[in-house]
C-alpha cells in the first residue's frame, strides 16, 4: 500500500475543489453552533453534551455528501480506469481514498474545538467525556465514510450512491434506536439493537472508552474497506 497515500493527498486536495464538501462543512458547523447554544446554558453540565449525542443524527446525512464521489465519480468520468491499469492495487485505491476521506473529515471537527474554547471561558468543561466524545465521533465517521466508500464503489451515480449511503445508515443507526425505545421487544431483540451504532457512541460521549465499542467501529469499518476492495476487483475484470 505505498502507494495509498499519494491517492490520500489528491483525494484530500480534491475535496477543497468541491462545492458539495463546502455546502457539507457549512451544514455541519451551521447545525453544530445551533446544537451548542444548549451546552452555554446556566446550570447544565459544561460538557458539550447535547452536540455530542446529536453528532450521529447529523453525520448520517453529511457523510454521504462527503462520500458519495470517491469512486462513482471515478467510474462516471472515465478516470477510473487508467487508474487502475497503472501499477496500483485496488487496495491501494481504496485505503487511499479512505484516507483522504477521513483526514477531510477530521478537518471538518476542528473548527468545532472552538466550542471548547468558549466553554472554558465561562465555564469549566469536564475534559474527559469531551475528548472521549471526539474519539467517539472519529469511529463513527471512520465507519459512515467506509460504507459510503463501498455504496459509491457498486455504481456510476453519485446520488444513487448517496441515498444508498443514507439508507444504510439509517437502517443501523436510526431504526435501531426506535425500536428500542417505541416497540416492546424481547430481551435478545433488545440487546441485540443496543449492539448497533447509537447505543455504542453514546458511551462514548458520556465519557465511557470501551475498548469493545472501539474494536467494534474498527472491525466492521476494515470490514466495509474489504468489501469495497472485493467490488472494485470484480468490476476490474468484468
Given amino acids: 500500500m505505498r502507494r495509498a497515500p ?16 463546502y455546502v457539507a462543512m457549512a451544514i455541519f458547523l451551521g447545525v453544530s453552533g445551533f446544537l451548542f447554544q444548549d451546552d452555554l446554558r ?12 446529536s453528532m450521529v443524527w447529523l453525520l448520517v446525512f453529511i ?9 462513482a465519480q471515478e467510474w462516471s468520468g472515465g478516470t477510473m480506469e487508467p487508474l487502475l491499469t497503472a501499477p496500483i492495487s485496488e487496495t491501494d485505491v481504496v485505503v487511499g481514498k479512505f484516507l483522504g476521506a477521513i ?3 477530521a478537518i471538518l471537527l476542528a473548527p468545532t474545538l472552538f466550542y471548547l474554547l468558549v466553554l472554558s471561558i465561562f465555564a469549566r468543561p469536564d475534559y474527559g467525556p469531551i475528548l472521549s466524545g471526539y474519539l467517539g465521533m472519529l469511529l463513527v465517521g471512520g465507519l459512515f465514510l467506509s460504507v459510503g ?30 425500536l428500542a425505545r417505541s416497540v416492546s421487544l424481547p430481551a ?17 460521549a458520556k465519557g ?19 468489501f469495497s476492495v472485493k467490488i472494485i476487483e470484480a468490476r476490474r475484470w468484468k
Fill in 188 to 204: 435478545f431483540w433488545r440487546s441485540a439493537t443496543e449492539q448497533m451504532v447509537f447505543k455504542r457512541y453514546s458511551d462514548f
Fill in 42 to 53: 446556566p446550570g447544565e453540565p459544561a460538557t458539550m453534551r447535547t452536540i455530542m449525542e
Fill in 63 to 71: 457523510v454521504p455528501l462527503l462520500s458519495m464521489g470517491l469512486v
Fill in 6 to 21: 499519494v491517492i490520500a493527498g489528491r483525494e484530500l486536495a480534491g475535496y477543497f475543489f468541491s462545492p458539495i464538501a
Fill in 103 to 105: 483526514a477531510f473529515f
Fill in 208 to 226: 465511557v472508552i470501551d475498548p469493545a465499542h472501539v474494536v467494534f467501529f474498527a472491525a466492521t469499518t476494515l470490514l466495509m474497506l474489504f
Fill in 149 to 178: 466508500l463501498f455504496c459509491s464503489t457498486i455504481t456510476r451515480s453519485q446520488m444513487v450512491a448517496a441515498v444508498s449511503t443514507i439508507a444504510i445508515l439509517f437502517a443501523i443507526t436510526i431504526v435501531p434506536w426506535w
